[in-house]
């Protein structure tokens, strides 16, 4: 008999407690049983990328559409609208937004032309919020606990906290400096423990390196790292969006994606769509491993002969992927490249001059 069944036999036969009264010990450790009573299930803001109470960083090079985007993601959570199936928001929340670096007057300008894509424009009035530190003309540096506070005060029923960005959150370079970033990573960390998302603006040098110490990326929930793709054309504003770091994102969550921004009629409209990347991961699904090896096949290559191979495409021309804006997307140069595929039996030319098509070679003469 063990002395815990001596315990209850003394106490239910004699009416004795014998058990020693000591201090109970309490524990925390759970089992799978006691999942019934938790919330297991992801409570999205943006489905699929952004959960609630989670630190977010979001990186991007000097004028590379980051305060943008930033914005744009902020409207978004402010209306309960989506963009597209992969920025498809859940529902409409509370949202502050402080910037550092733009005037009054032309962010507002921003916000009355990103706000004209929703529908439902007037929960922009009642959900967002935003401070432009530079019409305050004073500094804020979150490293200390006043201007912690002061912000504290600001937030009130946010749920959504931009910061853009963190260099103007800090004393000029401190953020290499570990023991100013600390209390910073701190304090936001003890705001996502209150079931607040933190989303952090942040450049990239020019080698593409986040400014500052190491411990930034470390500290944070998820990575976002915006930029443009080089096929981009110098005079349009298309950026690559790639999920670079996640704690909590898995295959094809962490799938990249572009977005295109462009101005028409005083409002600033958005078009979202698979990336270069994730488009040339579908187009080898339609050339083949084999193929791409054994030929040597670049991706504009790839690219002309999953054209050619498209059941709804019943010739190709040059003039489909020729473009002088792009470097190495010459007329001549893709004829060129034409040329080679011919050469090397996966297209065959018919035509002559302006004339000239391309078929993709039936799969028997290919051998694949």
């Known amino acids: 008999m063990t002395i815990e069944k001596f315990y209850d036999y003394a106490k239910s036969l004699h009416g004795l407690n014998l058990k020693p009264q000591g201090k109970e010990v309490k524990t925390y450790a759970k089992s799978i049983a006691d999942f019934d009573q938790m919330e297991t299930e992801s409570s999205w803001i943006i489905q699929d990328l952004i959960e609630e109470g989670e630190f977010v960083l979001l990186m991007a090079g000097q004028k590379k559409s980051k305060s943008l985007l930033a914005l744009d993601f902020s409207l978004m959570i402010a209306c309960g609208e989506s963009i597209d199936n992969r920025l498809s928001v859940i529902k409409p929340d509370k949202v502050l937004l402080i910037d550092t670096e733009m005037p009054e007057n032309k962010f507002s300008s921003r916000v009355k032309k990103l706000s004209e894509n929703y529908t439902y424009k007037e929960r922009i009035i009642h959900n967002f919020r935003f401070i432009c530190i530079k019409g305050l003309r004073r500094k804020i540096d979150l490293s200390t606990a006043d201007d912690q506070k002061w912000i504290e005060n600001e937030i009130k029923d946010a749920k959504f906290i931009v910061f853009d960005n963190l260099g103007g959150f800090l004393p000029y370079g401190s953020e290499k400096n570990e023991s100013f970033w600390e209390p910073v990573s701190l304090w936001f960390k003890s705001l996502t423990s209150k079931g607040l998302t933190v989303f952090l603006v942040h450049h990239l040098n020019k080698s593409g390196e986040h400014r500052g110490t190491g411990k930034i990326t470390d500290d944070v929930d998820l990575v976002l790292t915006l930029k443009k793709p080089e096929s981009c054309p110098?005079?349009?504003?298309?950026?690559?969006?790639?999920?670079?770091?996640?704690?909590?994102l898995h295959g094809n969550q962490r799938d990249p994606f572009e977005i295109e921004y462009y101005e028409e009629n005083k409002i600033i409209k958005r078009i979202v769509r698979p990336s270069d990347v994730e488009l040339n991961k579908q187009k080898k699904s339609i050339v083949t491993e084999k193929e791409i090896s054994e030929h040597g096949l670049t991706d504009l290559q790839i690219e002309m002969l999953s054209k050619a191979r498209d059941p709804k495409t019943e010739f190709i021309k040059a003039g489909m992927f020729s473009n002088s804006d792009i470097k190495g997307r010459s007329a001549s140069s893709i004829t060129?490249?034409?040329t080679d595929l011919c050469t090397k039996g996966l297209l065959e030319k018919s035509g002559i001059k302006n004339?000239?098509?391309?078929?993709?070679?039936?799969a028997q003469q290919n051998d694949i």
């Open 234 to 248: 110098s005079n349009k504003t298309i950026i690559e969006f790639t999920i670079t770091d996640a704690r909590y």
């Open 355 to 362: 004339g000239v098509k391309y078929k993709s070679v039936p």
């Open 336 to 338: 060129n490249i034409l």
